[in-house]
């Protein structure tokens, strides 16, 4: 049994902040960021929440796949910045959206986490224990970010976006590459919360995000392209033969590299980190999201989705688009 997408959709907070809104709050500039990023404005949120956006993108994705609520059987939330540690952000959309026969849970894989998630729902719709999955990918990284630390809080926003994924005859995924190395898992980091138990030591500091930035752009433009290229590979095709490559959001200067490395023309690398900068888990379905609610997705058309951050993780997925 193949695994296509049937709906997608996704979700922002409304507040847009642009370069020059960061430029009041760090010593940066709307030069040096579109230069150095391609990033021109984020979203972030102020009322909004993690598990508000993730169930306003499953909603949207529902209706357009002309499902309900009730009928999903798998929900998986990609986030590293969920409203609780417990319970999952999953249980809780599970609990808003109304999917009660739905098992839920969360995937932590940053910034890899929705291809994770379709790599887990395609497992097991491949397997026929579910029928079809809700994969959402949310972040509220605003609050996980150092506001005085302009090498990061000029980089991430806000979203979320949401696919739902159903077993079909049809063509759907046709292959997917995908890894991890744990060894480099202090290029990109968040500690959690400190110990306060009766052993430790009182009044330990709460830990932001803090990055390598160059070792995560070094690690991007050689993995990327190779993962890619495993996953076009293996299902025996030519990478001329896709449509678009829908890469992780980080940086426009990545997804260049990338394309050079891989021959590929620019333009078949959509982008919309100038309007989002890097959501993390939530990068790659919102882009789908937008470039399907933009007509740009015509059947048949063969997608590779691809990704990496923390972990470090990384994965590509190749499917047929079906809807
Ligand atoms: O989802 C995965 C998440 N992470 C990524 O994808 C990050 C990948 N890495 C990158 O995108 C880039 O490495 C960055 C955008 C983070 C940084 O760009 P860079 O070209 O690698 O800059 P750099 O770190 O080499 O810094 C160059 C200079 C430094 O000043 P000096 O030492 O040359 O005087 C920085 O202090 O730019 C300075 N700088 C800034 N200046 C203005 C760093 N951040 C800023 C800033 N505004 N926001």
Redo the contacts with the bound molecule.
């Keep these: 049994m193949n695994t296509k997408i049937i709906g997608t959709g996704y979700d922002l907070p409304a507040f847009a902040a642009d370069n020059n809104y960061l430029a009041t709050l ?4 709307d030069e ?2 579109v230069e ?2 391609g990033i021109r404005t984020r979203h972030l949120a102020k009322e909004e929440t993690t598990t508000s956006m993730a169930v306003n993108a499953s909603r949207q994705a529902l209706e357009r796949a002309g499902m309900q609520a009730e009928d999903v059987e798998l929900l998986i939330v990609a986030t590293i910045s969920g409203d609780t540690e417990t319970p999952s952000t999953a249980c809780r959309v599970q609990a808003e959206i109304g999917a009660n026969r739905a098992v839920a849970f969360d995937i932590n894989a ?2 890899s986490g929705f291809l994770y998630g379709m790599h887990v729902a395609e497992a097991f719709i491949r397997s026929g224990i579910y029928r079809n999955a809700l994969v959402i990918g949310a972040e509220t990284l605003s609050k996980l970010i150092d506001w005085t630390d ?3 809080c ?2 991430f926003g806000d979203g979320a976006g949401a696919a739902v994924l159903a077993a079909t005859e049809e063509t759907g995924i046709i292959s997917q590459s995908i890894g991890s190395n744990g060894e480099k898992w202090e290029v ?1 980091e968040c500690q959690g919360r400190p110990n306060g138990n009766p052993l430790c030591e009182k009044g330990q500091e709460l830990k932001y995000m803090t ?1 390598n ?2 070792e ?2 070094k690690f ?1 433009v050689k993995t990327v392209p190779l993962c890619v290229e495993d996953a076009v590979e293996k299902a025996g095709i030519g990478l001329d033969e896709v449509k678009y490559f829908l890469l ?1 959001q ?2 426009k ?2 997804i260049q590299s990338v394309a050079k490395r891989l021959g590929q023309p620019e333009e078949k690398f959509p982008m919309n980190l100038d309007q989002c900068g ?1 959501t ?1 888990a939530a990068s790659l379905p919102i882009l789908l999201a937008q470039m399907d609610e933009q007509g740009l997705l015509q059947k048949g058309d063969r997608l590779v989705l691809s990704g ?3 972990g470090l993780t990384w994965g590509a997925c190749l499917l047929e688009w079906q809807k």
Aim: proline share 0%.
């Design positions: 760090v010593d940066t500039s040096w960021i150095r990023t940053a910034c302009r090498s990061t000029v980089l990109l990055m930035g160059q995560v752009f991007a992780h980080a940086n200067r990545i890097n993390s990496f951050g923390a």
